[in-house]
């Protein structure tokens, strides 16, 4: 029974320590590392014409995407119902970041966590459904530390002042990650709309569908495969970690007790054990509470390579999965490669950043669209 308690935590921490930089005050999210007993007091809670059609009935466990509906989503969706919804979105994420610059790393890893689980519908964004049942963001994998829903809502009270009831919550939160890419330094993002927001979210739906700390490459190719990801397209994703950071009780154990060995991680310099281990205090100790984060790369609001050339050059990569892309072969080409062309991640990020945000999503006559975020309308 121990044991089993233990590994719970160890999930619910690698899913959910994962941070921007502790002087933004604002924790995010991207799957993985591991939780010591110090921190088991956490508690986990956590063209739109067509949205007034009888609708599935809320919480439905069985809801499915209609075969039938092949309606795409487009640029300029909202260029008649609500035309400055684009520019909206843009001011309003512009304004987060200039007091809030991990606002970048949130939103993006927000959308990962709605859209690998069931699709970019905003199901991660609700509070509860009628059905009762647990949602997404009460799953271990999300939880208390999950950040960027209070975005959202902000930003979409905003639309709702323009065009009641016209944006959908999954387009705004799909815009506010490409916008937020922007910001991060890369090319302007296409604002593809017509998504639709779901009207189920289930904390059973997320197991499976997001990395958990102990899974092979094996196990993370094959989920990202299944969501129609190549090898090359997991390698491009993960350098979300390309911005923000990961508190150090996520990887510590690296550092400090690889495996119950005593001894650090083999896969990480040795400069690099000696830099984070004046960082970071033994996770096996009660100075542990005071841990703070630290950045994944040099840049943490630059969406940019340095997270691949430390990987490479220095052997830095603080989650043990991100070096592994680096030591097996069926991934090791592409971390080379990003590493050593500045320009090809930024290009990458947002054209396979793009498709994900094109997972599963509801549209036409399918969802509806939520005046608030967190609740269904129906």
């Known amino acids: 029974m121990a044991r089993t308690s233990f590994i719970a935590m160890m999930i619910f921490a690698y899913l959910n320590l994962i941070t921007i930089p502790s002087y933004y005050a604002q924790p995010c999210l991207f799957p993985r590392p591991f939780l010591n007993p110090i921190f088991s007091g956490y508690r986990v809670f956590y063209d739109d014409a067509n949205h007034h059609q009888p609708q599935p009935k809320i919480g439905n466990k069985n809801q499915k995407k209609n075969p039938k509906n092949t309606q795409k989503l487009v640029e300029g969706f909202y260029k008649n119902t609500c035309p400055n919804a684009e520019q909206i979105v843009a001011n309003q994420v512009a304004e987060i970041v200039k007091t809030n610059p991990g606002a970048i790393a949130a939103l993006i890893r ?19 459904v009628a059905s009762g049942d647990r949602v997404e963001k009460m799953s271990l994998a999300n939880g208390q530390l999950l950040k960027g829903a209070d975005l959202i809502d902000d930003i979409k009270s905003k639309l709702e002042e323009e065009c009641p009831g016209i944006v959908s919550c999954a387009d705004t939160l799909a815009f506010a990650a490409a916008e937020s890419m922007t910001l991060g330094g890369l090319p302007p993002q296409p604002k593809l709309g017509g998504r639709k927001d779901g009207l189920s979210s289930l904390a059973t739906n997320v197991e499976g569908n997001l990395p958990f700390p102990n899974w092979s490459m094996d196990q993370m190719l094959d989920l990202f495969k299944k969501k129609g990801f190549n090898a090359e397209d997991m390698v491009v994703l993960n350098g979300a970690h390309s911005v923000g950071s990961a508190h150090c009780n996520v990887f510590s154990n690296r550092l400090f007790d690889f495996r119950n060995t005593g001894a650090s991680d083999p896969t990480l310099g040795l400069g690099v054990v000696d830099e984070l281990k004046k960082i970071c205090r033994d996770p096996r100790t009660v100075e542990a509470r005071e841990n703070p984060s630290v950045s994944f790369d040099e840049t943490p609001t630059v969406l940019d390579n340095l997270l691949f050339k430390n990987i490479v050059e220095k052997k830095r990569a603080l989650l043990a999965t991100d070096q592994a892309m680096a030591d097996d072969k069926r991934t090791a080409m592409f971390v080379r490669r990003l590493a050593e062309d500045p320009n090809l991640f930024p290009m990458k990020f947002g054209e396979v950043m793009s498709r994900m945000s094109s997972l599963g999503v509801l549209t036409g006559n399918q969802g509806e669209v939520r005046t608030t975020c967190r609740s269904t309308i129906l």
């Open 110 to 128: 927000l959308q990962f966590h709605d859209c690998f689980v069931g699709g970019c519908d905003a199901s991660i964004l609700l509070d509860s």
